[in-house]
C-alpha cells in the first residue's frame, strides 16, 4: 500500500512539472529567463518582489531589469544582480544563505528553492543576467518550418510537431481507423456523430482526399456554426436569466443566434469581435451590429429591491472589464480591480482605464421587474419586417415583439475613477480610457478613445496577444489541450507554451489570412498531428502522460450539451432546427421552485413539449440560479462568468445519468421499438454503428447478444416485465413486448460505453 501510495506522489510530481513547464537547462547550454529563470522567480519572489508596488518588500522589485539593477534600498553599494558575477549579487547571496534569517524566501512564506533552481539562478547571472520581454509580450514571428519526416507530414504543424517529439524520445502513432477519424472530426466539427449513410459513403471513398473532401462537408454543415457557438457561449457568459436571487427572465436568444449565424457565414475574427466589442459604434452599423453587442451584455443583472444602484451598475462594468481582459487576451485583470497586480504588469490604473471603455452604458444597476418581458436598457427592438431581412437568421417563431439587450454609449454620460481597492463608492483620481502599455502602448489619438479604438488596438500587427489567443483556444477544441496548457492565462503565472514556435506560426498565419476562422480550423484537423490514433502506450505514459508533446490523439469527454445530442441524433428523435427561443425539457421535480425566491414567471417550472423536446443542448434553457441538472453533473457552465475552458471531473452521478436520465432512456425505447422485428445481428449492428460510429467486433456482438437474450428470458418470467413507455415521443407499435424491452436496455447498455460519449 505505501509502495503504490509512493508511486502515485511521483506520478502526480511528474505531471505537474509537465504542467508548469521544466526549469532544467543543459549544463551547456544558454539560460533563457522566460523558460527557466521568471518562472522560478514568479513562483517564490514575485509576490513580495513584483509589480505590486502596495505589497512589495525592501523597496526591491525583480520583475524588471531596472529594479533588479537598481542600488538596494537600505544598502546602497550593494545590488540585487550584478551580471556576471553571482558572488556580489544580493539575490544569489540571500537565497544561498546559511543564516536562516537572512535567506530568502523567508521560512515564513513556506517557499523554498531547490538545489536545481538555484543552479540555474547562479548560471543565469554568470551568463549576463539578461531579462526579457515576457513571451506572451512580444509579438509572434512566423519562422522557418524545422526540418521533419516529409512521408508523414501534411501540412504546416506536422513540421513543428514533429521535432518534439523527437526531442522527447517519442515517434507519431499511426493514423487512426476510419471510423474512429470520421467520428472524431464530425463531432469535433457538428457536435453530431456521423449517420450511418455518412459512414458508408467515406469508407468507400478510396480516394486520396477523401478525409479532405468530408472536412469541406462538415464545415459546410449548418451544425458547424452551432458547434462553434457552444464554446463561444460559455466565453461570453449567456444565460437565458438575469441571475442573483430573483434571477428573472431575459431574453438573449437572438443574440445566440447571430453568434450560430456568424460562424456559418465564416466572419473573419476580426468581424466577429469588431461586431461584438463596438458594433453599435462602427462606421457602417447595422441592426445585426447592434444585435452582435449584445456580448457585453450577457452578464448578471440585479432584480432585487433594496440594493444600492450604483454598487451594482458599477459590478457589470467589472463584468465587462473582466469578460474583455480573458476572452480576448486571456489575461487575469481581476487581480487588478483592488490594487496592482502582483504577477502580471497590469496596475490597478490599468484596470481602471480599460473599464472606462465600458462606462459609458446608461444604464442603472436596477432596472424593470421580475417579469419584464423590456429588456433592459439599452435594447434593440427586432418587429418581424427584419427578421425577414437583415436579421433572416433569426429563427423567430411568432409575430411578438423582442426586445435584446445591447450596448449604447452616451459620450460624457460620467467620468470614470479608480476605485480604491476596487470599491463603488471610493473614488480616486479620474482616468482616461486606456489599456495595459507592457502589452501594447494604447493611443487614443491612433486608435479613438472609445470602444472601436479598443478593437483597432486589438487587431494592430504589433498586439501580441490577440491572434495567439484565439489560435490557442481553437487548438484546445481540437487537440483537448491548448498550445498554453493555460487557457485563460497569458500572463506570468500561467504555462509555458509547448511549442511557442507552432504558436507564433499560426498566429501569424492567421492574420495574414484576413483572420480566416474555417481556414484555421481546416488546417488544424487535417494535419497529420490530429489524424493520429489515440491509443496510449506505456513509453507515453513514460515519457509524456499529459501528452504535450502531440505523439498520439488526446481522448476527450464529450461536453454536457454533446451527450444529450449523441443520443438524441442516433436515436433519429433529434429536432435539427437552428437558433431560436431556449426550451425546457425533462427535468426532476421541485428543482426549481425549491431554488428560487418565489417570484415571477421563473418560479415554476413549466416543460415544453412536442418536437421542442428534442432540439440540441445548447437550446436547453440556462437559469442561472439552476441550470440543468443533467448537465452540470457532466461539468456544463453556470455562466456565471466568462469561463474559457469548463472542468473535467469523473464521478458516479454521471454513470447514474447516464442510465437514468430519460433522454438516453427515450432515445433507447424508440430505437428498440423500430428495430426489434429485424433480425438480431442486424439490429445490434446498426444501434452500435449509430451511438459508436464503428462496426462492432465479433466479441462485442456475442457479448450484447447474450445480454439481449438474457433480459428477454428474464422478462419473459415477470407478471409486469417493466415499462417500456418513458418519455414523451409516440409509443410505437411491437409484436414482441419483452423482447423489445430487453433491446432497450442492451442500447441503453451500449449508451454507457465509454466509447459513446469519449471522442477518441
Given at each position: 500500500m505505501r509502495i503504490r501510495y509512493f508511486l502515485l506522489l511521483l506520478t502526480g510530481w511528474a505531471a505537474w512539472g509537465c504542467q508548469r513547464g521544466n526549469h532544467?537547462?543543459?549544463?551547456?547550454?544558454?539560460?533563457?529567463?522566460?523558460?527557466?529563470?521568471r518562472p522560478i522567480l514568479s513562483d517564490k519572489c514575485f509576490k513580495c518582489h513584483g509589480p505590486d508596488a502596495n505589497t512589495r518588500e525592501a523597496g526591491l522589485r525583480l520583475d524588471t531589469p531596472e529594479g533588479a539593477y537598481a542600488a538596494l534600498k537600505d544598502n546602497p553599494h550593494a545590488r540585487a544582480l550584478v551580471p556576471g558575477s553571482p558572488a556580489t549579487s544580493e539575490i544569489y547571496l540571500r537565497i544561498t544563505a546559511k543564516d536562516i534569517s537572512q535567506r530568502m524566501p523567508p521560512a515564513e512564506a513556506n517557499l523554498t528553492l531547490t538545489e536545481e533552481e538555484i543552479g540555474l539562478i547562479k548560471k543565469w547571472i554568470e551568463q549576463g543576467g539578461k531579462y526579457k520581454p515576457h513571451w506572451a509580450f512580444i509579438p509572434p514571428q512566423k519562422t522557418a518550418l524545422p526540418e521533419a519526416d516529409e512521408d508523414w507530414v501534411r501540412n504546416e504543424i506536422d513540421y513543428f510537431t514533429y521535432p518534439k517529439m523527437q526531442a522527447a524520445g517519442l515517434k507519431p502513432s499511426e493514423e487512426a481507423g476510419r471510423e474512429a477519424l470520421l467520428k472524431r472530426v464530425s463531432l469535433d466539427l457538428t457536435g453530431l456523430p456521423p449517420s450511418v449513410e455518412m459512414q458508408d459513403r467515406f469508407l468507400e471513398d478510396k480516394s486520396t482526399d477523401a478525409f479532405e473532401k468530408i472536412v469541406d462537408e462538415l464545415l459546410k454543415s449548418k451544425h458547424y456554426g452551432e458547434r462553434m457557438a457552444l464554446d463561444w457561449m460559455d466565453v461570453a457568459r449567456y444565460a437565458d436569466s438575469h441571475g442573483y436571487q430573483d434571477d428573472g427572465l431575459r431574453t438573449m436568444w437572438p443574440w445566440r443566434d447571430w453568434v450560430i449565424h456568424a460562424f456559418n457565414q465564416n466572419y473573419s475574427y476580426r468581424k466577429?469581435?469588431?461586431?461584438?466589442?463596438?458594433g453599435d459604434l462602427i462606421k457602417d452599423r447595422n441592426t445585426e451590429s447592434l444585435l452582435a453587442t449584445g456580448f457585453n451584455r450577457n452578464h448578471k443583472i440585479t432584480q432585487e429591491g433594496g440594493v444600492i444602484d450604483e454598487e451594482y451598475r458599477s459590478e457589470y462594468v467589472t463584468d465587462r472589464t473582466n469578460t474583455f481582459g480573458k476572452a480576448f487576451l486571456s489575461l487575469t485583470f481581476e487581480c487588478a480591480k483592488c490594487h496592482d497586480h502582483k504577477f502580471d504588469p497590469i496596475s490597478?490604473?490599468?484596470?481602471?482605464?480599460?473599464?472606462?471603455?465600458?462606462?459609458?452604458v446608461p444604464e442603472k444597476g436596477l432596472f424593470g421587474t421580475i417579469d419584464a418581458s423590456f429588456a433592459d436598457p439599452p435594447n434593440l427592438k427586432i418587429g418581424q419586417e427584419e427578421v425577414r431581412g437583415i436579421l433572416n437568421f433569426i429563427h423567430k417563431k411568432d409575430t411578438a415583439d423582442v426586445y435584446v439587450m445591447v450596448m449604447k454609449d452616451s459620450v460624457g454620460l460620467r467620468k470614470t475613477y479608480l476605485l480604491e481597492r476596487g470599491n463603488y463608492d471610493a473614488p480616486g483620481p479620474e482616468v482616461t480610457a486606456g489599456l495595459p502599455a507592457a502589452v501594447l502602448p494604447f493611443s487614443a489619438a491612433r486608435y479613438g478613445g472609445n470602444r472601436e479604438g479598443l478593437v483597432k488596438w486589438m487587431f494592430a500587427p504589433e498586439n501580441p496577444l490577440t491572434a495567439r489567443v484565439f489560435v490557442n483556444r481553437l487548438w484546445e477544441h481540437f487537440f483537448g489541450r491548448g498550445i498554453v496548457a493555460t487557457t485563460g492565462d497569458f500572463g506570468m503565472q500561467g504555462d509555458l507554451p509547448s511549442h511557442p514556435e507552432l504558436l507564433d506560426w499560426l498566429a501569424v498565419d492567421f492574420r495574414e489570412h484576413n483572420w480566416d476562422i474555417k481556414r484555421l480550423v481546416r488546417k488544424m484537423v487535417t494535419s497529420a498531428t490530429y489524424r493520429q490514433d489515440s491509443k496510449v502506450t506505456r513509453k507515453h505514459l513514460d515519457k509524456d502522460p499529459q501528452n504535450r508533446y502531440l505523439a498520439r490523439s488526446s481522448r476527450t469527454r464529450l461536453k454536457a450539451e454533446l451527450v444529450r445530442d449523441l443520443a438524441l441524433s442516433s436515436s433519429g428523435l433529434l429536432n435539427p432546427e437552428i437558433g431560436g427561443p431556449s426550451i425546457k425539457p425533462y427535468q426532476p421535480d421541485g428543482i426549481w421552485e425549491k431554488s428560487t425566491s418565489g417570484r415571477g414567471s421563473l418560479a415554476r417550472y413549466v416543460q415544453d413539449d412536442g418536437t421542442d423536446?428534442?432540439?440540441?443542448?445548447?437550446?436547453?434553457?440556462?437559469?442561472?440560479?439552476?441550470?440543468?441538472?443533467?448537465?452540470?453533473?457532466?461539468?456544463?457552465?453556470?455562466?456565471?462568468?466568462?469561463?474559457?475552458?469548463?472542468?473535467?471531473?469523473?464521478?458516479?452521478?454521471?454513470?447514474?445519468?447516464m442510465l437514468n436520465d430519460p433522454v438516453i432512456q427515450e432515445a433507447s425505447r424508440v430505437l428498440a421499438q423500430e428495430m426489434a422485428s429485424r433480425p438480431a445481428d442486424q439490429v445490434l449492428r446498426e444501434v452500435f454503428r449509430k451511438i459508436i460510429c464503428r462496426e462492432p467486433d465479433s466479441r462485442e456482438l456475442k457479448v450484447l447478444a447474450g445480454y439481449w437474450d438474457q433480459e428477454t428470458a428474464r422478462l419473459r418470467k415477470l407478471k409486469k416485465p417493466g415499462l417500456l413507455k418513458v418519455g414523451e415521443y409516440r409509443d410505437l407499435p411491437v409484436k414482441d413486448y419483452e423482447k423489445t424491452v430487453a433491446l432497450m436496455y442492451t442500447i441503453q447498455m451500449i449508451y454507457n460505453m465509454e466509447e459513446a460519449i469519449v471522442r477518441i
Open positions: 532544467r537547462a543543459d549544463s551547456s547550454a544558454e539560460v533563457d529567463y522566460n523558460y527557466h529563470i466577429f469581435v469588431t461586431y461584438q466589442l463596438a490597478q490604473k490599468d484596470y481602471f482605464s480599460t473599464y472606462a471603455f465600458f462606462n459609458q423536446l428534442y432540439r440540441r443542448g445548447m437550446y436547453v434553457f440556462i437559469k442561472r440560479t439552476v441550470p440543468p441538472p443533467n448537465m452540470l453533473i457532466f461539468d456544463a457552465s453556470n455562466r456565471d462568468q466568462c469561463e474559457v475552458t469548463r472542468l473535467a471531473t469523473n464521478t458516479p452521478l454521471q454513470a447514474l445519468v
